[in-house]
T-cell receptor, first 111, second 113 residues
Framework: TQLLEQSPQFLSIQEGENLTVYCNSS?????LQWYRQEPGEGPVLLVT?????EVKKLKRLTFQFGDARKDSSLHITAAQPGDTGLYLCAGRGGSNYKLTFGKGTLLTVNP | KAGVTQTPRYLIKTRGQQVTLSCSPI?????VSWYQQTPGQGLQFLFE???????NKGNFPGRFSGRQFSNSRSEMNVSTLELGDSALYLC????????????FGPGTRLTVL
């Protein structure tokens, strides 16, 4: 069974601060995705990374896939209240290629 | 283009009852996956359907079942409901060949009393 551990579980910061969320596993994934989920909605895909060491930027968000494809991080620069939400990482791998989700990091950005 | 729709959005049932949830994927999407989301366990994969065939299955008891119709719409059924089945049930669809890009619906919030 492939597991993804996310940390921290909860994060409350002030507007303008920087933050990093981590997603770790002992398993290798063929691809890793990050989603953001807002209350009352389903998760929305932010990015997919597939190559070890890959870095992708989406405005103030920077995503990195570990060299060994076992871990990933999400860094947000100058957080804004609109960044508030549940951030989920999800990896594809294993014999059946199903998507495994971490439990998420609940981010609150206070104005 | 309309997104993934799920009905109903909210549902209250009692233990022992059964429930059927519905999912309409984005037009042209033929793959539909179902997930259960709870505060304790997070998002857990239930099953995936493609062209009316179950292609993948998670580790849930046989009380959880699903099907997909020829128009790609999907339903999931939970029989003999337990308190622990209270959760947000999410459906996601994807385009053939782009399985990595899933579009989620808003979910059905099921409460079992």
């Amino acid at each position: 069974t492939q597991l993804l551990e996310q940390s921290p579980q909860f994060l409350s910061i002030q507007e303008g601060e920087n933050l990093t969320v981590y997603c770790n596993s002992s398993s290798v994934f063929s691809s890793l995705q990050w989603y953001r989920q807002e209350p009352g909605e389903g998760p929305v895909l932010l990015v997919t990374v597939v190559t070890g060491g890959e870095v992708k930027k989406l405005k103030r968000l920077t995503f990195q896939f570990g060299d060994a494809r076992k871990d990933s991080s999400l860094h947000i620069t100058a957080a804004q209240p609109g960044d508030t939400g549940l951030y989920l990482c999800a990896g594809r791998g294993g014999s059946n290629y199903k998507l495994t989700f971490g439990k998420g990091t609940l981010l609150t950005v206070n104005p | 283009k309309a997104g993934v729709t799920q009905t109903p959005r909210y549902l209250i049932k009692t233990r022992g009852q059964q429930v059927t949830l519905s999912c309409s994927p984005i037009s042209g999407h033929r793959s539909v996956s179902w997930y259960q989301q709870t505060p304790g366990q997070g998002l857990q994969f239930l099953f995936e359907y493609f062209s009316e065939t179950q292609r993948n299955k998670g580790n849930f008891p046989g009380r959880f079942s699903g099907r997909q119709f020829s128009n790609s719409r999907s339903e999931m059924n939970v029989s003999t409901l337990e308190l622990g089945d209270s959760a947000l049930y999410l459906c996601a669809s994807s385009f053939p060949g782009l399985a990595d890009t899933q579009y989620f619906g808003p979910g059905t919030r099921l409460t079992v009393l």
